[in-house]
């Protein structure tokens, strides 16, 4: 019985992933990253520039984001810089896959996925785990794998490899 | 089939044999066939409702399953709560849609066009407020039907072993930090459970814990000890359980009422591969051997066995029953609810007509051997098909009628029993107290 799903946990090569590691301090921060559909919207420009200059972490996924084939939209008031996946799902429901990048402190940057409540008046988030990082520089094609996450609705064989399920952290609105 | 108790709008048809033979489709459902489906297909909420300011806040906590959106059926029997899947995938293609027309909340099924009446919980007070602490109240603890449910513990132990040995159904890892305390503070635990006694009239107060290495038992102590003496509810426990009986003896004396043990699923295999934790740190049998100690200590009715229905086979799930009222406790059976984020997501939600089975055998199975139900006063459970809902499932018998009546009978004599049990105590103190769990402090 069963479809094994949740039994698997591999990484899936990725063919949207930056070719190699690159210190974050190198990668250009991006003006105007193509592939997010709000970005005429009012704040968001600013609202993104202001969270990768202050987090090298961000500026990566800033940076992921541009280059992504996928659509994106950033959610303007909120802590730390919020993705959430434009994709539809293959079911026909629409894909609510959400990441945070935030800093809890100098030097931690917190990257945690979710999705929000249907339920209109409802604030809980679902998680779906999250990253620990300390450290200002990240993997490329690790931020890859994330947008590769969010764009399959968290689906578990897209799970990153270094994802912590149990994520046991206050997480800011 | 329909039984006494619907509360459908439209006209009920007649019970009886004839209705019986009807196709279940196109006949209105009873208030526990509602609840059962529900479970099963959860809902969708039509733009008409306005449960910001009608329901209570919605918020996953413990296991996941609380996720849903709390509602009451009423019915002639009695009144059904359940907390019907409204966040899932499954319930954005349900045939159930809430809806609220003229002031009034309705669930209608989208394929025959039937509405039946349902009521909307409305929030506690207390939710908003904050303990003396800070901490907001519905981070502690929240009601779940009519009682107030807490997770006491740092999430469960499984989710942090490498590998993750947690529970394959189970979101409570994911939760902690995000939608609730990490660790509950005794205080915090006694304001909000006698706002919850005081404002909501709860008379049971459940606490719940994951795995904590063996210690589980020693965990719960403070806060049994604090809610007992200071606050006089029911208590019941949901814990990891131990071969240390002596442990259970102890949380006896110091009051607790109830014990139940959630083994999931019968069958051995289905135990081993979607319960990895319990199955390599604890063992089924573990769960067996207290369950049958706790409810022999504690009497017929008082403990129960915790399954899911809807993953392992059918037939393994009536065993489970019958194992579980032979010896004496009554079976809590979750129909199994695929929670967003947990591993079995991607999974069906169950059929209707298989839970039917279930809930009908289950009903049988304590009736054949007497299991008291429904005798404790205004414990209400949503997340579950309490055995006492089951009563709309009962054949029209003359067993069935001698049952409610005894049932009935006992309701009636236990209130006084209740009363004394309800009114804050200090532990009694026995011998077992020299081989103390840790943490004894008398906050009375």
């Not at chain 1, 992933?17 to 592939?35: C, N, Y």
């Not at chain 1, 005429?40 to 996924?61: L, M």
């Not at chain 1, 947008?147 to 897209?158: D, E, I, M």
């Not at chain 2, 003396?132 to 039907?145: A, E, N, Y």
């Amino acid at each position: 019985m069963g479809n094994g799903i949740w039994e698997e946990r591999r990484t899936t090569p990725n063919p949207n992933a930056l070719p190699k590691a690159v210190p974050v301090s190198r990668i250009p921060s991006p003006k105007f990253p193509p592939m997010i559909d709000n970005l005429h919207e009012p704040g968001i420009p600013p609202k993104v520039q202001e969270e990768a200059g202050a987090n090298a972490v961000v500026d990566a996924v800033a940076v992921a984001l541009a280059a992504s084939p996928d659509p994106f939209a950033i959610e303007l008031n909120c802590a730390g810089l919020e993705v959430v996946a434009q994709t539809p799902l293959s079911n026909g429901l629409p894909n609510r896959a959400r990441m945070k990048v935030f800093s809890p402190k100098p030097g931690y940057t917190r990257v945690f996925f979710f999705k929000k409540s249907l339920v209109p008046y409802s604030r809980d988030r679902y998680s779906y785990g999250g990253l620990d990082l300390r450290t200002s520089t990240v993997n490329a094609q690790e931020v890859a794998a994330w947008l590769a996450f969010l764009t399959s609705g968290f689906h578990p064989v897209k799970r990153p490899e270094k994802l912590r399920r149990a994520f046991p952290y206050e997480i800011p609105e | 089939m329909s039984a006494p108790g619907s509360n459908l709008v439209q006209k009920a048809p007649t019970v009886g044999h004839r209705a019986a033979r009807v196709p279940p489709l196109v006949q209105p459902l009873n208030p526990c066939e509602l609840e059962i489906d529900l479970f099963c297909k959860g809902m969708r909420i039509d733009p008409s409702c306005t449960l910001e300011c009608d329901a209570r806040f919605i918020s996953r906590t413990r296991a996941g399953l609380g996720s849903g959106l709390e509602l009451v059926i009423p019915g002639s029997i009695k009144d059904v709560w359940v907390n019907v899947p409204v966040e899932e995938d499954f319930a954005q293609q349900s045939c159930y849609e809430l809806l609220r027309d003229q002031g009034e909340y309705w669930v209608r099924d989208v394929r025959l066009n039937h509405r039946y009446a349902v009521r909307i919980p409305s929030e506690p007070s207390w939710y908003t407020r904050l303990t003396s602490r800070g901490t907001p109240m519905h981070k502690v603890g929240v009601l779940q039907g009519t009682y107030l449910g807490i997770y006491i513990a740092n999430s469960c132990g499984f989710w942090y072993h490498s590998p993750a040995v947690n529970c394959k159904f189970c979101a409570s890892g994911l939760n902690v930090g995000v939608n609730e305390m990490a660790r509950k503070d005794v205080d915090d635990v006694v304001e909000v459970a006698s706002a919850a006694k005081e404002e909501s009239g709860a008379t049971f107060v459940h606490f719940n814990s994951g795995y904590q290495t063996d210690r589980d038992l020693d965990e719960a102590e403070p806060y049994v000890r604090a809610v007992k003496s200071r606050v006089g509810t029911l208590v019941g426990l949901q814990l990891i359980p131990t071969l240390d009986f002596w442990k259970y003896d102890r949380l006896i004396d110091l009051g607790a009422d109830h014990f139940s043990f959630c083994y999931e699923f019968h069958n051995p295999e289905y135990f081993a591969r979607f319960l990895p934790g319990k199955e390599k740190l604890v063992g089924q049998k573990t769960f067996f051997r207290a369950l049958e100690y706790t409810t022999k200590k504690l009497g017929k009715g008082s403990c129960s066995g915790e399954i899911i229905a809807g993953v392992e086979p059918l037939g393994d799930t009536l065993r489970a029953i019958d194992y579980i009222t032979d010896i004496g406790a009554f079976p809590t059976v979750c129909i199994f609810r695929p929670t967003i984020g947990a591993d079995m997501e991607q999974w069906p939600s169950p059929r209707y007509e298989d839970m039917l089975v279930v809930f009908r055998y289950l009903y049988e199975a304590c009736r054949r051997n007497n299991i008291p139900i429904d005798v404790t006063p205004n414990i209400e459970v949503s997340l579950i098909v309490q055995p006492g809902d089951t009563r709309y499932l009962a054949p029209h018998t003359v067993s069935s009628s001698v049952y409610h009546a005894e049932m009935a009978l006992a309701r009636w004599l236990a209130r006084p029993y209740f009363a004394w049990k309800m009114r804050p105590k200090k532990a009694r103190s026995t011998g077992h107290g020299k081989r103390d769990m840790g943490r004894t402090e008398d906050h009375a």
